[in-house]
């Protein structure tokens, strides 16, 4: 593995936070396993969604770490510095894609996680539930083929790819839509605890979940595209072991209602 | 890992279905896992086929991604559109033969478990249990004799393979006859729950089922095979982890009517 003094701080940056987010969700995958029985019967299967979550987001950061290092190891083959910003920017499109399937099974997971705290059996909010995975499954599909929107130097066409952007945040938008319309039929249903672990969870789908769509329209200007990997890096950690958090005290806090 | 740049759109959607398919797999794996304990005693023995399947498709589904993975590298390197088109055609009979491998073990086991849901000893339906699932080995046994039927250049041969899948049918067909009869004979046992379920997953078997015969039979022709592909990939969603999902819920619904 190469090192700074050869390819530059930036990148040994950006594969620190690789490998620390890999073990973050081993981390979280194991907790997630092992304390199933300190939250109260009915958040069990919230668990098994946190386990589920990290597992996926554990491995996809695996296979992402893993191809960036083969890059770095190309990268301090190249003398040239803008040589150099060349493979990166190029590499992005090839290992950023990877996000792209987790999230495709991560993010329906996260949302089902959020609807678990409303106490609503699931077949009362067949429509709109269905409704917002579908959206949620367009909008990684659409961004995906968006990202995939590239020459074959892999040089970013920016029409085609900010047009497919767009017609994935059709999407993203129904998603907030959605949770506020069953916050405001069912939150009387679930406990204090509950209705404040909802509304935290359901408000980062408009705050943090905003960085990706942020940082996939940056890789259309002239941006070193290792911020982006940094910031989503940090960002999945909010969104996956953040969340998992939060869903982990909630069910802990109403083991005494049981269930 | 190359982009739509250089191998094109379609191929990498196909790649992005074959990797979320691993992960919900994965997923699928450690759900069946964790929940065994919350549906009831009589099936908890569907859980941990449920679990079974999820583990075999997972792991399926990581050999096709990554022969799939190789088979892109070799296509970036192809400039011609006329010699990536027989690329992906002639590598399709050697990475979808891995599916018939999945397929012999997760079949059996999908109609075990959809049998379970009769209240039935194995012991009283021997010997229309026996006929079927060997019915169903026998159609996938020769269904990838039929998938073999290629020549030096991995060149379909129509009239052989087209021979060997009206054989293959043979065994299909014994199989909805079969959980037809048993159900006629032992449905009364059931509890209507039961009853509920052994019906939407008997009914996968002549609908969501007959997408492989049809894929097959396309396979002869000059379509592009990422389609069927992608086609699979869903179908195999539907399959196993809806029919798993079905399975869970008519588990959990029973509990209270234990065993
Ligand atoms: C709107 C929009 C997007 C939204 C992506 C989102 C919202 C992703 C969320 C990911 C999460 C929550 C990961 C979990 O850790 C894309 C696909 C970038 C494409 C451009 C338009
Ligand atoms: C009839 C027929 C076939 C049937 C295949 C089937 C019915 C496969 C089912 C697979 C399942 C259910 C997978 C689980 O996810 C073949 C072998 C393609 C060969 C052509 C004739």
Same mark, same amino acid.
């Given at each position: 593995?190469?090192?700074?003094?050869?390819?530059?701080?930036?990148?040994?940056?950006?594969?620190?936070?690789?490998?620390?987010?890999?073990?973050?969700?081993?981390?979280?995958?194991?907790?997630?396993?092992?304390?199933?029985?300190?939250?109260?019967?009915?958040?069990?299967?919230?668990?098994?969604?946190?386990?589920?979550?990290?597992?996926?987001?554990?491995?996809?950061?695996?296979?992402?770490?893993?191809?960036?290092?083969?890059?770095?190891?190309?990268?301090?083959?190249?003398?040239?510095?803008?040589?150099?910003?060349?493979?990166?920017?190029?590499? $992005?499109?090839? %290992?950023?894609?990877?996000? &792209?399937?987790? *999230?495709?099974?991560?993010?329906?997971?996260? !949302?089902? /996680?959020?609807?678990?705290?409303?106490?609503?059996?699931?077949?009362?909010?067949?429509?709109?539930?269905?409704?917002?995975?579908?959206?949620?499954?367009?909008?990684?599909?659409?961004?995906?083929?968006?990202?995939?929107?590239?020459?074959?130097?892999?040089?970013?066409?920016?029409?085609?790819?900010?047009?497919?952007?767009?017609?994935?945040?059709?999407? $993203?938008?129904? %998603?907030?839509?959605?949770? &506020?319309?069953? *916050?405001?039929?069912?939150?009387?249903?679930? !406990?204090? /605890?509950?209705?404040?672990?909802?509304?935290?969870?359901?408000?980062?789908?408009?705050?943090?979940?905003?960085?990706?769509?942020?940082?996939?329209?940056?890789?259309?200007?002239?941006?070193?595209?290792?911020?982006?990997?940094?910031?989503?890096?940090?960002?999945?950690?909010?969104?996956?072991?953040?969340?998992?958090?939060?869903?982990?005290?909630?069910?802990?806090?109403?083991?005494?209602?049981?269930?």
């Amino acid at each position: 593995i190469p090192t700074a003094g050869v390819v530059g701080l930036l990148p040994m940056v950006t594969y620190f936070f690789l490998v620390v987010a890999m073990y973050a969700f081993l981390g979280n995958f194991l907790f997630a396993l092992l304390s199933r029985t300190s939250v109260s019967p009915k958040h069990k299967s919230t668990q098994a969604l946190t386990t589920i979550i990290a597992a996926v987001a554990g491995i996809s950061y695996f296979l992402i770490q893993s191809y960036y290092r083969d890059m770095l190891a190309e990268l301090a083959t190249l003398a040239d510095a803008d040589n150099r910003q060349t493979l990166m920017r190029e590499s $992005y499109n090839a %290992i950023g894609q990877y996000r &792209y399937m987790d *999230w495709a099974v991560t993010t329906p997971l996260l !949302l089902l /996680k959020m609807v678990s705290f409303l106490r609503v059996k699931l077949h009362e909010i067949k429509r709109p539930l269905a409704i917002m995975l579908l959206a949620d499954f367009f909008m990684i599909l659409t961004g995906y083929i968006g990202e995939q929107q590239v020459g074959f130097d892999n040089e970013v066409l920016a029409g085609p790819k900010l047009i497919w952007g767009a017609v994935s945040t059709v999407g $993203y938008i129904i %998603i907030p839509f959605t949770l &506020y319309k069953l *916050w405001k039929q069912y939150a009387d249903r679930a !406990l204090p /605890k509950e209705q404040q672990a909802y509304r935290l969870m359901a408000l980062t789908t408009v705050t943090f979940w905003g960085v990706y769509p942020i940082g996939y329209i940056l890789t259309v200007f002239a941006i070193d595209t290792n911020w982006i990997h940094i910031t989503f890096s940090i960002a999945d950690l909010i969104n996956k072991v953040g969340v998992g958090l939060v869903a982990y005290w909630a069910g802990r806090e109403t083991v005494k209602y049981a269930p």
